[in-house]
Nanobody, 121 residues
């Protein structure tokens, strides 16, 4: 199970840190990722982090403004988002898959429930 949290209302230019806690089993050998979705739109990849070397990969839309990290001792993955823009507003979901490429393509083995991020202009 994946449990996402940390969403909320923030002004444009502000920051948020999303957390995703994995329970029920260790996820240290899973690649983890974040996606976002707005009503009526497809789910969009945001960021991913591998498990072998903690390599990271970002969507162009958030590159340079966001940092994904993981703490395997806490079974938690984080998404630090800075310089938030109104277009970053969405429901954010975390995901886990055995391979990084699967996460980036949305072929996740596990999905968490979403956490809402709202950015006011």
């Amino acid at each position: 199970q994946l449990q996402a949290s940390g969403g909320g209302l923030v002004q444009a230019g502000g920051s948020l840190r999303l957390s995703c806690v994995a329970t029920g089993r260790p996820f240290s050998n899973y690649a983890m990722g974040w996606f976002r979705q707005n009503p009526g739109k497809e789910r969009e990849f945001v960021a991913a982090i591998g498990w072998r070397d903690s390599s990271t990969y970002y969507a162009d839309s958030v590159k340079g403004r966001s940092t994904i990290s993981r703490d395997d001792a806490k079974n938690t993955v984080y998404l630090q988002m800075n310089s938030l823009k109104p277009e970053d507003a969405a429901v954010y979901y975390c995901a886990a898959a055995t391979e990084m490429v699967h996460v980036t393509r949305g072929w996740a083995d596990y999905w968490g429930q979403g956490t809402q991020v709202t950015v006011s202009s």
